[in-house]
């Protein structure tokens, strides 16, 4: 018995079905009909089939991690993209009819809330990626609340209907902090948070404060996604633990701060 759902052995070659850009960000959907159903808070490991180093002019790429941040009823998986570098630039320069390896699903998911406990979802910039699945497995009662550097990363929070906003420059919604949204919606909550590491330290030293449980996505370096390569480990209250199959949703009580 297992308490995730598992990844078929194998990467699996799929079909871009779209791409559409959404300020900051792109959303790439990709066909997995015959793929399991993640669990909200997994996911999986990317390249694209063609230009994906190895050739005199590419750089050698291996796969990277992405959140799945929606599964539609016919098995398609969309994914949430910001380019931070050429993994992600390539991958988000992709459109419907290419081909991309997938890996997944992987890793352990968000937990449902506590008996009693209100769930409050917490994103910062493209960490809003698996809250979105998260809201569609809760029915879309959860509040989310988001934060954004600006205008563009904003229109991220047309992905998860009925979203406060803050962004740091004021363009949209709060001028200021997301926590300083969560700090007004901690009563009876259980917080789910993924972000930047700095925000998700935030969540965690406020919902440790009020004594309100949480559970934070996090991101670390993932060269193989399935506990192979040690190379995604964090310290925890109980010792190192690997990212990709201990997480990446942890329970931010085991966590004695974050990097
Ligand atoms: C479980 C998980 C889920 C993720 N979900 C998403 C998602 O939904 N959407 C998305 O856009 N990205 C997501 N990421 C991050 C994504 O994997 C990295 O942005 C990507 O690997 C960067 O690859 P690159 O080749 O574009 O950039 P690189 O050249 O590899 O990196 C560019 C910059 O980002 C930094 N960086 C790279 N990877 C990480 C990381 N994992 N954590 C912190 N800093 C990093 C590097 O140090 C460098 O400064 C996720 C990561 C993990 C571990
Ligand atoms: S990414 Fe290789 S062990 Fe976690």
């Not at 190895?54 to 098995?75: K, M």
């Not at 917490?122 to 989310?144: F, K, R, S, T």
């Not at 904003?154 to 979203?163: F, H, I, S």
């Not at 996090?218 to 060269?223: H, I, R, V, Y």
Request: hydrophobic share 45%.
């Amino acid at each position: 018995m297992s308490d995730r759902t598992l990844a078929p052995l194998g990467r699996r070659r799929l079909r871009v079905s779209g791409r559409r850009r959404l300020g900051a960000y792109v959303v790439l959907s990709v066909a997995d009909p015959d793929g399991p159903a993640p669990d909200p808070g997994q996911f999986a490991m990317l390249a694209a089939a063609e230009r994906w180093g190895g050739g005199a002019d590419e750089r050698p790429f291996l796969p990277r991690a992405f959140s799945v941040a929606r599964r539609h009823g016919d098995g398609t998986l969309d994914f949430v993209l910001e380019d931070v570098g050429p993994g992600t630039e390539r991958l988000g320069e992709l459109d419907a009819g290419d081909a991309v390896w997938l890996l997944g699903p992987l890793g352990r998911g968000f937990a449902p809330p506590r008996s009693g406990r209100r769930p409050v979802l917490v994103g910062g910039g493209v960490g809003i990626a698996p809250l979105m699945i998260w809201q569609d497995a809760l029915g879309g009662e959860a509040v989310a609340l988001l934060g954004f550097r600006d205008a563009a990363h904003a229109e991220g929070a047309a992905l998860l209907p009925g979203a406060r906003v803050a962004t740091d420059d004021g363009s949209v919604g709060h001028h200021g902090l997301v926590t300083e949204l969560l700090a007004g919606a901690l009563a009876g909550a259980e917080v789910y948070a993924c972000g930047p590491p700095p925000m998700l330290e935030a969540v965690r030293a406020l919902c440790a404060e009020h004594d309100v449980p949480a559970q934070l996505a996090l991101e670390s370096g993932m060269a193989c996604g399935f506990g192979a390569c040690f190379g995604c480990v964090v310290p925890t209250r109980d010792g190192y633990v690997r990212l990709c199959v201990d997480g990446p949703v942890l329970e931010a009580r085991t966590l004695e701060t974050i990097a």
